[in-house]
C-alpha cells in the first residue's frame, strides 16, 4: 500500500493532473442533480477534483474530506475553510447532512468487504433522503487496456477487488440506497509507459509485488524488454455508479 503523506507532493502529476481531474469532476457533476447545495467529497487527496466541483456549480456548498495530513494541508490550499481530516469510516457530519456525497478512487483502497460496507455505510448516512451518492467503482480493471504492459503483467498475482461493481451495488443497498445512474470518463494522462510502469513496481503501487523481492523483479525484467519505453499507451478509462436515498 502507498504511503499517501509520501505521495501527496507528486500525486496530481503523476496521475493526470488537471485533465484528469476535470475528466472526472464533469463526470461526477453529471450524475449529481443541479438542486443539490451541499457536496461532501470524501477522500478528496489534493482536493485537485474538489475544487473544480465546486467551481463548477458556485451555488453548491463542497466539502472535502481526507486522512492523510499532507493531502489534507494540500486540499486545503485549494479549498481555504472547507476541508477536514476525518476517517470516511466514522465522519464528522450528521445525518442527512449533505444532498450529495462521492467517493472517488477510494473504495478499492478498503481492507476488505466489511470497510467498503462501513464507508458506504457512512457516505448514505450523512445523505439526505432524496440525496445521491457517486462513486468510482472496478478501478484496476480499468487500467487494462489490452496494452503489451498489461499481457506482461496478467500473470501476477492478483490483488483482491473491493470495488466491483455488483459488490458496491450490494453494500449500496444494505444501506438502502438504490441505483440511479452510471458515467464513464478518462484519465487522461495515465496511459502507462514500460519505464513508468516499472518505476511504479519498485515504489509498490502493484499490492501483490512487493518492492525488491524477486518477484517483482522478473516482472520490471519483462517490462524492460518491451518497445518504446517512454511511450504512453492508451489512457484508462473509469466507471462511475450513483445512487439514490430514497426519502
Not at 181 to 187: K, L, S
Amino acid at each position: 500500500m502507498l504511503d499517501y503523506d509520501k505521495e501527496a507532493e507528486r500525486y496530481d502529476a503523476s496521475r493526470g493532473g488537471e485533465p484528469r481531474a476535470a475528466a472526472a469532476a464533469e463526470a461526477v457533476l453529471g450524475l449529481v442533480p443541479r438542486r443539490a447545495r451541499g457536496l461532501l467529497d470524501v477522500a478528496c487527496g489534493t482536493g485537485i477534483v474538489t475544487r473544480r466541483l465546486a467551481a463548477a456549480r458556485p451555488g453548491m456548498r463542497v466539502t472535502g474530506v481526507d486522512l492523510a495530513p499532507a493531502m489534507v494541508r494540500q486540499a486545503a490550499a485549494r479549498l481555504p475553510g472547507a476541508v477536514v481530516r476525518a476517517d470516511s469510516r466514522g465522519l464528522p457530519f450528521r445525518d442527512g447532512q449533505f444532498d450529495a456525497v462521492c467517493t472517488v478512487w477510494l473504495l478499492h483502497l478498503a481492507a476488505g468487504p466489511a470497510e467498503v460496507r462501513a464507508i458506504v455505510g457512512e457516505c448514505a448516512r450523512v445523505l439526505r433522503p432524496g440525496g445521491v451518492y457517486v462513486t468510482t467503482v472496478d478501478k484496476a480493471a480499468s487500467h487494462n487496456v489490452g496494452s503489451d504492459i498489461d499481457v506482461v503483467l496478467s500473470s501476477r498475482p492478483p490483488s483482491p477487488v473491493r470495488d466491483a461493481a455488483a459488490d458496491v451495488e450490494a453494500h449500496a443497498a444494505a444501506h438502502g440506497l438504490v441505483p440511479a445512474g452510471q458515467a464513464r470518463f478518462t484519465g487522461h494522462g495515465q496511459g502507462r509507459s514500460p519505464r513508468r510502469t516499472i518505476a511504479d513496481l519498485r515504489r509498490g503501487w502493484f499490492v501483490t509485488l512487493p518492492p525488491g523481492e524477486p518477484l517483482a523483479e522478473e516482472f520490471a525484467r519483462r517490462l524492460a524488454c518491451l518497445p518504446d519505453q517512454d511511450r504512453p499507451r492508451p489512457d484508462p478509462v473509469f466507471g462511475l455508479r450513483a445512487f439514490h436515498k430514497p426519502g
